[in-house]
T-cell receptor, first 114, second 118 residues
């Protein structure tokens, strides 16, 4: 069974440029999470989806970040425009359902903003 | 609000030594779940264990063992006879139970870097 697939693995951009990250969760996993992990810190939730509905986006900086999960499968996280402080690893995770189910993480997308 | 504290930033050991990682949590929920994840240099977080708040039995899995103490709000993790392959960052995480507002929300600690040298 394929795991959570993320792309790109690495991205280097100039500040003020846009960037997008893509995530394909495990087949059948209804819940999808986007986390941001800054260097030396634990993952911090950006947004959680139940199928195609964003059920928790309270931590998403909506002025520059957006996300979508069309058809309740793949998801895209976009930053426009990027700032220096957005440099981090963006992790996607999925689970069969909300709650105590185990999160399965992708390898992450490392963003460097110059 | 939920909080997970991993006070140890980095632990260095020589191969075959035991290493214990501390995790202290705060929650107002009466039901909750605790987790440990491993993040090797490749970057992907790997699930190790899940424990619910009603089960205080310690658990052993190979060289890994976990000590859950509700009285001290701790969920510590011990690697026995460490190996170089154990070198990674280890995260403790907390999620609320099904009947709580924290259901589906995972709060991670800052992580502990374990370095095992030959």
């Amino acid at each position: 069974e394929a795991g959570v697939v993320q792309s790109p693995r690495y991205k280097i951009i100039e500040k003020k440029q846009p960037v997008a990250f893509w995530c394909n969760p495990i087949s059948g996993h209804n819940t999808l999470y986007w986390y941001r992990q800054n260097l030396g810190q634990g993952p911090e939730l950006l947004i959680r989806y139940e199928n195609e509905e964003a059920v928790d986006d309270s931590q998403l900086p909506k002025d520059r970040f957006s996300a979508e999960r069309l058809k309740g499968v793949d998801s895209t996280l976009k930053i426009q425009p990027a700032e220096l402080g957005d440099s981090a690893v963006y992790l996607c995770a999925s689970s069969p359902g909300t709650g105590a189910n185990v999160l399965t993480f992708g390898a992450g997308s490392r963003l460097t903003v110059l | 609000a939920q909080k997970v504290t991993q006070a140890q930033t980095e632990i260095s050991v020589v191969e075959k030594e035991d290493v214990t990682l501390d995790c202290v949590y705060e929650t107002r929920d009466t039901t909750y779940y605790l987790f440990w994840y491993k993040q090797p240099p490749s970057g992907e977080l790997v699930f190790l264990i899940r424990r619910n708040s009603f089960d205080e039995q310690n658990e052993i899995s190979g060289r890994y063992s976990w000590n859950f103490q509700k009285s001290t709000s701790s969920f510590n993790f011990t690697i026995t006879a460490s190996q170089v392959v154990d070198s990674a960052v280890y995260f403790c995480a907390l999620s609320g139970g099904m009947t709580t507002d924290s259901w589906g929300k995972f709060q991670f600690g800052a992580g502990t870097q374990v370095v095992v040298t030959p």
